[in-house]
């Protein structure tokens, strides 16, 4: 690894399609896997592509029941591009005598290079390099180039481009028992060098078409070559045939548009196809474009750190860029108009079937303080699906808005009643959708980005509706105990995800989850304070719209003040009531029989035991609290409840559940990481690094293959901002309190707050704040708890 590439300098097929998941290129419209352009699907590769927000849902046959799912498209194929010499078999890197290989993905540029020399069965050398890239400035395009050299032989050179419609979703072997053909054929076509295809998803009539344009160079001039066209119903191709001599070498380009029909200011998707393709032009000058995107994309988003000596923080440049880049291409300036969310295995992947859950909690902050437009256009997809989510909670016999766990298409709740555990065999119940806790996320989300940019006009807009029926989902949720004088919330799923019930209790769910009472506190109280916010006219309106009393306000303050929370042992907030009931969990004997038991629930299923039984946990459940919000609003909600708060318990609590978690989601690491940046340096160092190899390690489970896991890999990002930089928002100031660990010595970074853009320079000795652009009298900071007013153009330096 170099500071800006991820290198492999060998083939290896076993490792060649968590490769490809890696090397994604994509734009925040759609993303294709870093697969051979000759490859296709099979045991080793995976080719596909994903277009943001296209779904189908399918019906499949599971026992004696009938169940549907909904997933995130894999649409045609645009990257065939193969070659054969004379009339040879098609180049197949399995089927020659690899003499090289070195594949990069350039993140800089957003570029997938591969090189390599081969030689075929009859002895002949040939050397091949190819390049892609997916356009970030013109969303709707993609190209590759590829040069042929022929070393030691002359012959007839046939180069074959495609447009494959003939694809099935078929990346997550979990799946492969359910319906897994999602598209219809529609039509191809050519015209001269212009190939096209159209195709249309079964259930959503989605329709996606591509147009492909491909030409030969020969010495920088193109070749005028007779064309053979082949046109099925799902698949079209061109055969390119010219004469090659010893030593000579040609160019392959292929520029590539896609369209679909839920594209704006569109009249018909295959025309507007051949269109973007008719005016792409070449492609240096579409490379140079991409260039210059990628360039301003990183110029505000980059996190530039400086390591010690140490090869192992040496390499965390490298990943902290790969995980900014697979961002940038899941969410770009390009989704900002798209009705998308983000998927948490990106636009990489099958996995999850492309639904939005609530890890937008850990890649929303990183976005907010850099380009917040991206954001915005996010929670617009949640805004969207407001009456869908007021339904789900009156069906449910409640008020207000309750969102999905799984969202898709239209935000009906796309949780699975079945899943299969991979361990046993065997399909088992899935009460996943009992995870409530996800309307506390979109509420955190909405609000922290209100706070990050003070964008009134979405707040009055979008976001106060959208808060106000959040709390008033919440505060249905809630029921009163008569004998505790507390309000209560029973039977749902915390972020633990193991825990879905009692043992002794044949109902799913679990009662006064503490991460989910105090949070529904928080969101409670916020919409009160958002209340307060509108102006007169504005807050009378909004509550005329919502039929909001003054009657139903009074009970949320009620409730914000006498939800309860139980604890145990030293003042330790229960994961859920009855949490000191459970059993402590053998985990040296459990490692001992399984060896990696990350994924605990599917091994003691397999056992015919269950997670309801222990105290063990997935991921961070109660520690969710810590991770975040600050000790002091942890404080203050303690109080508005009447409990007591101190540091000490804070670290018994954070000690407690560390100890008790399997570390089974890729998330963990990242909280308990971000947990003890301050209190335990060299730990949250151990466990960043952990974090790091979630996707480049393959880990936990080796299931990077099926789509990268973007919340950890923002969050790993967040953990040097927030954690190491020590960067936070507090009202209407930006609070900076540096606390770097022994193996980084700077971080250099840039932020945009309140329409201020501020340059950070963060060393061990100094702390550098440089104005870029102030969008009013002054940019307010705090560093190290002292209050500091800086103006435009001020660069200002203060003591480590």
């Given at each position: ?17 968590l ?22 699907a ?7 592509t994903?277009?943001?927000g296209?779904?189908n ?48 993905l350039?993140l ?18 040939t ?9 970030m ?6 190209a590759q ?9 002359a ?14 979703n ?7 028992s ?27 009539e ?6 492909a ?67 792409a ?6 490379l ?9 994309l990183?110029d ?19 990943i ?16 900002r ?19 939005i ?8 902050p990183?976005?907010?303080l ?46 699975q009643?079945l899943?299969?555990n ?24 909405t ?7 003070e ?18 989902f ?26 879905d ?10 009662d006064?989850n503490?991460?989910?009472?105090v949070?529904?506190?928080w969101?409670?109280?916020r ?11 504005d807050?009378?309106r909004?509550?005329e719209?919502l ?8 009970n949320w303050?009620?409730i ?33 029989r399984h060896?990696?038991?990350r994924r605990l629930d ?6 015919g ?21 600050s000790?002091?609003?942890?404080r ?7 409990y007591?708060?101190d540091?000490?318990?804070?670290e018994?609590t ?14 963990s ?6 947990l ?7 730990a ?13 390690g393959?880990r936990p ?15 790993s ?7 190491y930089a ?26 945009r ?11 061990r ?14 940019v ?21």
């Amino acid at each position: 690894m170099s500071g800006w590439s991820l290198v492999f300098d060998t083939y290896d097929p076993p490792s060649e399609k968590l490769r490809e998941a890696l090397c994604v290129l994509g734009n925040g419209y759609f993303a294709t896997r870093g697969a051979a352009a000759e490859s296709d699907a099979n045991e080793v590769h995976y080719p596909a592509t994903y277009v943001a927000g296209c779904y189908n849902r399918l019906g499949s046959q599971v026992g004696d029941r009938t169940i549907e799912n909904e997933d995130f498209v894999n649409v045609p194929n645009w990257l065939p591009l193969s070659f054969r010499i004379d009339e040879g078999s098609w180049f197949q890197l399995e089927d020659v005598e690899l003499l090289s290989f070195r594949q990069e993905l350039d993140l800089r540029r957003g570029l997938l290079l591969r090189d390599l020399r081969f030689r075929d069965g009859e002895g002949r050398v040939t050397a091949l390099s190819d390049e892609r890239f997916v356009h970030m400035g013109r969303p709707h395009l993609a190209a590759q180039k590829r040069r042929i050299l022929a070393e030691n032989w002359a012959g007839r050179l046939t180069v074959r481009s495609a447009l494959d419609g003939r694809v099935i979703n078929g990346g997550v072997a979990r799946y492969s028992s359910l319906n897994q053909r999602h598209l219809a054929p529609l039509s191809t076509g050519s015209d001269g060098d212009t190939i096209w295809l159209k195709a249309e998803t079964v259930q959503s009539e989605v329709r996606i078409a591509q147009a492909a344009r491909t030409q030969v160079f020969r010495n920088g001039h193109a070749e005028v070559l007779p064309r053979q066209t082949t046109k099925e119903l799902s698949w079209v191709a061109q055969d390119l045939s010219l004469d090659l001599g010893e030593g000579a070498e040609v160019t392959v380009e292929k520029v590539v548009a896609l369209h679909s029909s839920r594209d704006a200011a569109i009249s018909e998707c295959g025309l507007a196809a051949r269109n973007s393709l008719a005016r792409a032009g070449g492609y240096e000058e579409l490379l140079r474009q991409q260039e210059e995107a990628w360039s301003y994309l990183w110029d505000q988003c980059d996190v530039d750190i400086d390591p010690d000596s140490n090869a192992e923080a040496a390499s965390v440049q490298t990943i902290l860029r790969l995980h900014i880049f697979h961002l940038l291409q899941t969410a770009s300036p390009n989704s900002r108009d798209l009705d998308v969310g983000i998927p948490p295995r990106g636009l990489h992947g099958e996995a999850y079937r492309g639904h939005i859950f609530w890890d937008e909690v850990f890649i929303f902050p990183f976005l907010n303080l850099r380009m917040p437009e991206i954001t915005r256009g996010l929670l617009l997809y949640r805004y969207r699906r407001l009456d869908e989510a007021r339904a789900a909670a009156q069906a449910a016999g409640l008020k207000g808005a309750m969102y999905p766990w799984q969202s898709g298409s239209d935000g009906r709740e796309e949780s699975q009643q079945l899943h299969l555990n991979p361990v046993s065999g065997r399909w088992i119940p899935d009460n996943s959708s009992l995870q409530r806790h996800v309307n506390a996320a979109i509420a955190y989300n909405t609000w922290q980005y209100y706070q990050a940019t003070e964008d009134f006009d979405f707040l009055w807009s979008y976001g106060a509706e959208m808060l106000l029926e959040l709390a008033r989902f919440w505060a249905s949720l809630a029921s009163y105990n008569d004998e505790l004088g507390r309000y209560e919330i029973l039977g749902v799923m915390g972020p633990d995800e193991y825990h879905d019930g009692y043992p002794d209790r044949d109902q799913p769910g679990l009662d006064n989850n503490g991460y989910s009472n105090v949070m529904a506190v928080w969101v409670i109280s916020r919409a009160m304070d958002v209340l307060d916010i509108l102006p007169a006219g504005d807050r009378k309106r909004l509550i005329e719209k919502l039929k909001l009393t003054e009657e139903e306000i009074a009970n949320w303050d009620a409730i914000s003040r006498k939800m309860r929370l139980v604890f145990h042992g030293d003042g330790i907030l229960s994961q859920f009531e009855g949490w000191d009931k459970l059993e402590e969990l053998d985990w040296e004997g459990l490692r001992a029989r399984h060896g990696d038991i990350r994924r605990l629930d599917r091994v003691l299923e397999a056992e015919g035991d269950t997670p309801n039984r222990y105290k063990a946990s997935k991921q961070a459940d109660v520690l969710m609290l810590y991770y975040l919000f600050s000790e002091d609003e942890l404080r203050s909600l303690f109080e508005r409840l009447g409990y007591a708060f101190d540091e000490a318990t804070v670290e018994r609590t954070i000690a407690h559940y560390i100890a008790r978690t399997s570390n089974g989601s890729s998330l963990s690491e990242v909280v308990n990481a971000a947990l003890q940046a301050r209190s335990d340096p060299a730990a949250s160092w151990r466990l960043f690094c952990d974090a790091l190899q979630t996707d480049v390690g393959d880990r936990p489970g080796g299931t990077t293959q099926e789509g990268i896991h973007l919340g950890a890999m923002v969050g790993s990002v967040d953990i040097v901002l927030r954690g190491y930089a020590g960067i936070e928002m507090r009202g209407d100031a930006l609070y900076i309190d540096p606390r770097l660990p022994e193996a980084i010595d700077r971080i250099r970074l840039k932020i945009r707050f309140r329409g201020h853009a501020l340059s950070l320079d963060v060393q061990r000795e100094r702390l550098a704040v440089a104005v870029e652009r102030c969008a009013g009298d002054a940019v307010k900071i705090s560093v190290r708890g002292q209050p500091h007013a800086l103006t435009a153009s001020e660069v200002r330096e203060f003591p480590g």
